[in-house]
């Protein structure tokens, strides 16, 4: 079993940056695939970008390419999504998720363990 934690939401401008961080527990985390996801209210949860188990290979939708950034310290047990440039269509509620199996990386299905999400709203 996995358990996820996310933390570092917040209200920040147009503009602005958040980092945040997903902690885990659990047996044989440094083996899994983590990847983020959002939820915007009244859309379905959306694919932001995913690490997989060495941080050789990272993949990110096209909406936050070259604005946001996942690491790993497998060690510590932590995944950190790092977001610059933040825009209003940026909020939403973000999720940390986990997987061992192989699939589409940027579907929910994948992932088998959640974290509860931590609350990003970017103000224009």
């Known amino acids: 079993q996995v358990q996820l934690v996310e933390s570092g939401g917040g209200l920040v401008q147009s503009g602005g940056s958040l980092t945040l961080s997903c902690v885990t527990s659990?047996?044989?985390?440094?083996?899994?695939?983590v990847a983020w996801f959002r939820q915007a209210p009244g859309k379905e949860r959306e694919f932001v970008a995913r690490i997989n188990w060495n941080s050789d290979d990272r993949d990110y939708a096209d909406s936050v390419k070259g604005r946001f950034a996942i690491s790993r310290d497998s060690a510590k047990g932590t995944v950190d999504l790092r977001m610059n440039n933040l825009k209003p269509e940026d909020t939403a509620v973000y999720y940390c998720?986990?997987?061992?199996?192989?699939?589409?990386?940027?579907?929910?299905?994948?992932?088998?363990?959640w974290g509860r999400g931590t609350q990003v709203t970017v103000s224009s």
């Open positions: 998720s986990a997987t061992d199996r192989w699939g589409l990386v940027d579907a929910p299905s994948t992932y088998d363990y």
């Open positions: 659990g047996r044989a985390f440094s083996s899994y695939t």
